[in-house]
């Protein structure tokens, strides 16, 4: 059983992932878009139904769980992955952790065995009735913002605890400092922008 946060507070991720192409998941072989896809993953044996988007009949497929299975991969940290959605081979995957050192160790994990992991949401959630309080979107990022913020956060860089440093990840992404400083500052001031520009309390 997943453990709650001390404080109540859990982090809600949505990511976007593409399976490599050798990988061998009855989620995406079955249908490129669905609207909807159940997962039950026990043992070594996986078993989905999955609601394509073109509105015919469900459809039931089975698997087996490999080491580099989505499901496995999520389990591994105590969390239960969600796909909600699925458009061209793309999955919309939603999982709640306990912390951020989770969001970066699943990221960091599920990178090793995808060809593309995109962190698109954070949001905090609290109380017994799992009510979101603030909101990160993402998606309103540039391309460059938004990989230069993904891997800050999935190296660590915003951690007080942590030694990264800006011009190892400059030189990670092949590009100066200043270049990366100014991508991290343009995107934190969209993403506190876009948290407090509502109507919300």
């Known amino acids: 059983m997943a453990r709650v946060a001390r404080d109540g507070r859990r982090l809600r991720v949505d990511l976007e992932v593409d399976p490599s192409d050798d990988w061998d998941c009855p989620i995406v072989s079955e249908t490129p878009d669905a609207t909807d896809v159940a ?4 043992g070594h044996d996986c078993t989905v139904d999955v609601q394509p988007a073109d509105g015919e009949g469900l459809v039931r497929a089975r698997g087996e769980v490999s080491e580099d299975c989505l499901c496995r991969i999520f389990q591994g940290f105590g969390c239960v992955p969600h796909v909600r959605r699925v458009e061209d081979g793309t999955m919309l995957v939603t999982a709640y952790v306990d912390d951020r050192d989770t969001v970066r160790d699943v990221v960091g994990a599920l990178r090793e065995t995808l060809d593309r992991v995109r962190l698109v ?3 905090v959630v609290e109380g017994p009735e799992a009510t979101e309080r603030v909101t990160f979107d993402l998606s309103a990022l540039t391309p460059k913002q938004r990989e230069g913020l993904e891997l800050a956060v999935v190296r660590g860089y915003f951690d007080g605890d942590r030694d ?3 011009g190892e990840l400059a030189a990670d992404l092949d590009i100066s400092k200043s270049a990366l400083s100014q991508r ?3 995107a934190q ?5 876009d ?4 109507d919300g309390e």
């Open 39 to 42: 997962v039950n993953a026990v």
């Open 121 to 123: 949401r954070l949001a």
């Open 164 to 166: 990264v440093r800006l």
């Open 184 to 186: 991290l500052r343009a």
């Open 189 to 193: 001031a969209k993403i506190v922008t």
């Open 195 to 198: 948290a407090f520009d509502g």
